[in-house]
């Protein structure tokens, strides 16, 4: 199993669709937990980290589930500059606290 | 807002030849690493580097991989004898280690790397 897995895409949406993407992961110790989102040919920025009981930030909402080590992203009203690559992050086992990626998942909202 | 600061933003080298990608971090971040992403696959964790040294590295970091930070406040990453296989965007990234957002990753622009 992969340690960070989610679908990639592409997710092809109307604006003011509602979009959400998953993820999984495959170590049980991890503790911390986000989405980045990165533009093409950009560097990853951080959307949000996601926290046990669930948080939202405008329109953005993160679950986590740890039961099923699972992680969810909901985009509501999405807009044209949505239109990226959304990668979920999750700690790695170790000291140093690296941060491992999934392989993203492309959302294009179309007008 | 504080930033990571890379440079250069793009190189092209010859196969063989030996390449530096510096990093300026965030100065009160604890925590350090290079990551790599090849063109349309997913970014890649090279190295990390806490308190003057390598604290883990991942299987793409050979012997052709070295890391510095001569001077307290640069963070450098040698390849010394590049592969074709070798080019992709390379991101520097820190994190506080402490404090709101201890765990928060902050990358920089990038450094692009084409091997011909």
């Known amino acids: 199993r992969k340690e960070v897995e989610q679908d990639p895409g592409p997710f092809n949406v109307p604006e003011g669709a509602t979009v959400a993407f998953n993820c999984t992961y495959s170590?049980?110790?991890?503790?911390?937990f986000f989405w980045y989102r990165q533009d093409c040919r950009k560097e990853p920025k951080l959307l949000m980290s996601v926290y046990s009981s669930g948080n939202e930030d405008g329109r953005f909402t993160a679950q986590l589930n740890r039961a099923s080590q699972y992680i969810s992203l909901l985009i509501r009203d999405s807009k044209l500059s949505d239109s990226a690559t959304y990668l979920c992050?999750?700690?790695?086992?170790?000291?140093?606290?690296?941060?491992?990626f999934g392989t993203g998942t492309l959302l294009a909202v179309q007008p | 807002e504080p930033e990571v600061t890379q440079t250069p933003s793009h190189q092209v080298t010859q196969m063989g030849q030996e390449v530096i990608l510096r990093c300026v971090p965030i100065s009160n971040h604890l925590y350090f690493y290079w990551y790599r992403q090849i063109l349309g696959q997913k970014v890649e964790f090279l190295v990390s580097?806490?308190?003057?040294?390598?604290?883990?590295k991942s299987e793409i970091f050979d012997d052709q991989f070295s890391v510095e930070r001569p001077d307290g406040s640069n963070f450098t990453l040698k390849i010394r004898s590049t592969k074709l296989e070798d080019s992709a965007m390379y991101f520097c990234?820190?994190?506080?280690?402490?404090?709101?957002?201890?765990?928060?990753?902050?990358f920089g622009a990038g450094s692009r790397l084409t091997v011909l």
């Open positions: 992050v999750v700690n790695g086992v170790g000291a140093t606290n690296k941060l491992i």
């Open positions: 170590n049980s110790a991890s503790q911390s």
């Open positions: 990234a820190g994190m506080p280690g402490q404090g709101d957002g201890a765990n928060v990753l902050t």
């Open positions: 580097f806490y308190n003057n040294e390598i604290s883990e």
